[in-house]
């Protein structure tokens, strides 16, 4: 199967890092194809910047269907554009926070995030609400990192999150931890062997996800909610968006 990796920020090294790290854990019959939108922000940590990441990310669902991909993973912890992503393509779409904490709850009890900066916490705690989550999550924790801070060899960051990981699991009873960062993906081994928990990255997570909802031929329904969007015209900056009107099969 072929599946599509879009990191939705225009960082490159991310890039590399997040499709290196999903290779590792895919199955040898699996292709991995790691991409960054063409346009966007550099990294992701506000809702504006997840607003102006989510064009970029769709224009690579769009060229993903006519490339032929099996399924897609949107690799930032906010799941930016999932819901229209999955309006876009036939396969399945999985966002990395809905992977990491399903695949968190199915082990652990309780699961603490460990994010990058305070303000992106609000966002972690509502996809947990969104996605049924909320009871196994114990607690959203920051490192008071920027996102391109973990871009940095020899930076801080990897210490910072060891020790905020080990506090998740001192003071809020978490029993795994769910890194808040795809750019974390690369971290995991080394807190899991650290902190001797379970430690879930939404890249690795995703990525087995997809081979099993696509090895299942579980793909997106077209029935309702998330049927292609209707066919439309878009304006000004947005009209390459426009969407024509498909033939019937
Ligand atoms: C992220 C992420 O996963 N990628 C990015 O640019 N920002 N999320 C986060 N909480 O920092």
Redesign the pocket.
């Known amino acids: 199967m072929r599946i599509k990796i879009i990191n939705p920020?225009t960082t490159a090294s991310m890039t590399a890092k997040i499709g290196a790290c999903a290779r590792s854990v895919a199955a040898v019959s699996t292709e991995v194809v790691a991409v960054s939108p063409g346009m966007g922000p550099v990294?992701?940590?506000s809702h504006y910047d997840e607003a102006l990441a989510v064009p970029g990310l769709l224009q690579e669902i769009a060229t993903g269907e006519l490339q032929g991909f099996d399924g897609y993973l949107i690799a930032?912890?906010?799941d930016p554009g999932l819901k229209a992503a999955r309006e876009l393509a036939r396969g399945p779409v999985v966002g990395c926070a809905e992977a990491a904490m399903h695949l968190a709850s199915l082990v652990a009890g309780r699961f603490s995030v460990v994010?990058?900066?305070g303000r992106?916490m609000g966002q972690a705690w509502h996809l947990a609400e969104a996605y049924g989550m909320k009871r196994f999550c114990a607690n959203v924790r920051a490192c008071e990192l920027a996102?391109l801070e973990l871009e940095e060899p020899g930076s801080r960051g990897r210490l910072r999150i060891v020790d905020e990981c080990r506090c998740a699991l001192d003071e809020d009873g978490a029993e795994a931890i769910v890194l808040?960062?795809?750019?974390m993906a690369d971290l995991c081994d080394h807190i899991a062997d650290a902190l001797g928990v379970p430690v879930v990255d939404g890249v690795a997570a995703g990525v087995k996800l997809l081979e099993s909802l696509v090895g299942l031929r579980l793909a997106t329904s077209k029935r309702g909610e998330l049927a292609r969007p209707l066919p439309k015209a878009m304006t000004g900056g947005l009209a390459d968006f426009s969407l024509p009107a498909v033939e019937a099969d």
């Open positions: 920020n990294s992701i940590e930032c912890f906010g994010t990058t900066l992106t996102v808040g960062c795809a750019g």
